[in-house]
């Protein structure tokens, strides 16, 4: 990250009451050395703890303060000082770029465009949004521009006709310093059209061309979260979520896990993300604003994670409990499972009874393709549970609609009430070789694949 440390020298540790000091360190290491890489650090303090107090810990542990949300209590930071997280106390920092600076660059969407942005009416292409019933609510209600969605994602282009009319650019930002930056700059997509993808789902235009979202009268901001090397650091997420609580949006879209793991245990080094995360949650569901995430493309059991699972660097990392996939782990967030076109759940689509609460479209390349949506140029095709949290976002905005006082829980208690029951599947052999490829747990109105049931935009509206 391109932020310059400020450092200072100082003869002591700064112990400031009510929050914690850092680990001692060795004798006479009282300087800043300085002689490391600029790191940025997510760093928790206690609850409480002003910013006064939060700068003169940081400076005393040789960091410089990037930003500090109070609300949460918690800061980014910047050191060169390889010894800053033994300063502050390496149970309250966490560095997820030096975690991932040995790391490959993360796979994300990389389909192409359809040959230029089309004139043609391509609906008819959208069996997702027949299956979730969009188009029949469309007629009814379109959504309303009072309802914002921040799209937590790799940006979304605001050029595209199809997204043009929708996308609130005073509330778009880029969060990628952890620090929150409206410039265009900062929130137009560069390497990925992941973002944009997302958003033609929640909010492409009923123009009668091209593609139809689930809520095309609603609004969407683009707040970029996604680094150019596809990774979701947790002080990006921290920064997009607050800011969404800030400005006044009524949901977000998360179609993303936080890195650098799969699942993130509320343990360790990982204490410090998954409790940053919680925190920003928390804080934005109590300013009114429903967070709605994708369940993960891991094909695993969110309820129960026991079992070893691969960390940034290769190493093997030994599940339990307290584990979860962040944000949709999270408690108040509305955790989405992905279905093809034949409305099994997707073999990759993660799972999990009392996790997953609804289920949408995300496609399936075995099973009849994936969904069409929005791309910078163009169009193209993509299936994943990050295309399927779209549609119950965009299902949610049409909830908002239509019950505009309502809270965060309320919205969610909708969209689970409007959902259409699907059954465990008697047979899940997905690859015909006579074994089970996930056991389905519950019964009909509630269970492991999909949660509540199939999200269904006539019925939140009717």
Known sequence: MAAAASVAVVAAVLAVPG??????????????????????????????????????????????????????????????????????????????????????????????????????????????????RADAARALNRGSGDVVVGVLDSGIDPDHPDLAAAVDPTRSAGCLTGKADPAPAAWRPTTSPH????????????DGRGVTGVAPGARVASVKVVGDDGYVRPEAVVCGLMWAAATGMTLTNNSYFVDPWPLTCDRGEEHV???AVRRAVEHATKAGVLTVAAASNEAVDLADPHGQTAGPDGERRELDGSCKVLPGGLRGVVAVSAVSADRLKAGYSAYGL???????????????????????????????????????????????????????????RLLTEQARSVECPGDYDLDGTGGQDAYCSGYAPFNSFYGHGLVDALAAVS
């Not at 973002?195 to 009923?206: M, Q, R, Y």
């Not at 910078?376 to 549609?391: D, E, I, L, V």
């Open 19 to 132: 929050t914690a000091v850092g680990a001692p360190l060795e004798e006479g290491a009282t300087s800043c050395l300085g002689n490391g890489p600029d790191l940025s650090y997510l760093v928790l303090f206690d609850p409480g703890t002003s910013a006064v107090e939060a700068a003169a810990e940081t400076t005393s542990a040789c960091g410089s303060t990037v930003v500090y949300h109070p609300e949460i209590a918690v800061a980014v930071v910047v050191s060169a000082e390889p010894r800053f997280a033994d300063r502050i106390g390496r149970h309250r920092a966490f560095s997820a770029q030096a975690a991932l600076g040995k790391s490959a660059k993360k796979a994300s969407l990389t389909t192409g465009a359809s040959g230029g942005v089309d004139t043609r009416d391509r609906t008819d292409e959208q069996w997702d949004m027949g299956m979730i």
């Open 195 to 206: 973002g944009t993808h997302v958003a033609g789902l929640i909010a492409a235009a009923d």
């Open 273 to 275: 993300v998954y409790e």
């Open 354 to 412: 009392g996790v997953i609460d609804v289920t949408a479209p995300g496609g399936d390349q075995a099973h009849d393709g994936c969904v069409l949506s929005t791309v910078p140029g163009g169009y193209a095709k993509a299936c994943g549970t990050s295309m399927a949290a779209p549609h119950a976002t965009g299902v949610a905005a049409l909830l908002a609609s239509t019950h505009p006082d309502a809270s965060p829980q309320r919205l969610a």
